[in-house]
C-alpha cells in the first residue's frame, strides 16, 4: 500500500512569497494528482503528473518518478491562494483508485 | 465548464436510518468513486464504478454500502443502518479516462449521524 507523505503541514506566508509544498509516496505510481481543498470542502484538482513539470497560471507542479518525490510551487502567493493542497497518487496496473496525502494547510497573510 | 454535482450538501441523519446520497457525474464520463473526508483526517477511497458494477472497493465499504447508476445521470451511495462513525464529507468523483484525464470531484455532501 502506498504511503503518501506531505510538507510542511501548515504553511503561513505573506503576499507575493514564492510556495513550495512537497509530496513523497513510497511505492512506484501511475500517476500522481495534486488538489486544492477550500474552507467549504469542495475538492478541486490543479495537476495530473506522470513525469516532468506542468504549469498552469502561477501554479507549477514537478515530479521526480526515481525518487518518489513531488512538489507544488505557487509563484507570487496571493490571499486567495488560501487552501489546503492535497497531493494524491494513482497505482495503476489496473486500479485508478487515489490514495491520498493528510494535505498542507496554506495560509497567504496580505 | 462541467461539473459533477452533489446532493444534498448537508445532511443530519438519526442513527440506524438509511441515507442515500446522490452525485451527477460529468454526462459523457464513465468511471464513477466515492471518497470519505472524516473531520480533519485525509481523504480515503470506498469504491469505484464502471460498466454498471463495482470495479474496487476498499474495506470501509462494507455491506451497509450500495452504489447505484438507477439511470443515465444519477450515481448514488447508499449508508443502510447508519452509525456515529459514519459521520463524514462523502465526495463523489468522475473521469471520462483517468489514467489520462483525472477527475473532477463534486463539492461534496456532509453527512452528520445523531
Known amino acids: 500500500k502506498n504511503e503518501v507523505e506531505q510538507s510542511p503541514q501548515n504553511l503561513t506566508a505573506q503576499e507575493g512569497e514564492f510556495i513550495t509544498i512537497n509530496c513523497s509516496y513510497s511505492?512506484?505510481?501511475?500517476?500522481l494528482h495534486w488538489l486544492q481543498q477550500h474552507p467549504g470542502g469542495g475538492i478541486v484538482s490543479l495537476f495530473m503528473?506522470?513525469?516532468g513539470k506542468k504549469k498552469h497560471g502561477r501554479l507549477i507542479a514537478t515530479i521526480n518518478i526515481q525518487e518518489k518525490h513531488s512538489s507544488l510551487h505557487i509563484t507570487a502567493s496571493h490571499p486567495r491562494d488560501s487552501a489546503v493542497y492535497i497531493c494524491?497518487?494513482?497505482?495503476?496496473?489496473?486500479?485508478?483508485?487515489?490514495?491520498f496525502g493528510k494535505g498542507t494547510k496554506l495560509s497567504v497573510i496580505p | 465548464e462541467p461539473e459533477v454535482t452533489q446532493t444534498p450538501s448537508h445532511q443530519v441523519t438519526q442513527m440506524g436510518q438509511e441515507v442515500i446520497l446522490r452525485c451527477v457525474p460529468i454526462?459523457?464520463?464513465?468511471?464513477f468513486y466515492w471518497y470519505r473526508q472524516i473531520l480533519g483526517q485525509k481523504v480515503e477511497f470506498l469504491v469505484s464504478?464502471?460498466?454498471?458494477?463495482?470495479?474496487?472497493k476498499s474495506e470501509i465499504f462494507d455491506d451497509q454500502f450500495s452504489v447505484e447508476r438507477p439511470d443515465g445521470s444519477n450515481f448514488t451511495l447508499k449508508i443502510r443502518s447508519t452509525k456515529l462513525e459514519d459521520s463524514a464529507m462523502y465526495f463523489c468523483?468522475?473521469?471520462?479516462?483517468?489514467?489520462?484525464?483525472?477527475?473532477?470531484f463534486g463539492s461534496g455532501t456532509r453527512l452528520t449521524v445523531v
Open positions: 468523483a468522475s473521469s471520462e479516462a483517468p489514467g489520462l484525464y483525472g477527475y473532477t
Open positions: 511505492v512506484g505510481i501511475s500517476a
Open positions: 503528473l506522470s513525469s
Open positions: 494524491a497518487v494513482g497505482s495503476g496496473a489496473g486500479s485508478y483508485q487515489l490514495t
Open positions: 454526462s459523457n464520463h464513465l468511471y
Open positions: 464504478f464502471y460498466n454498471n458494477e463495482i470495479s474496487e
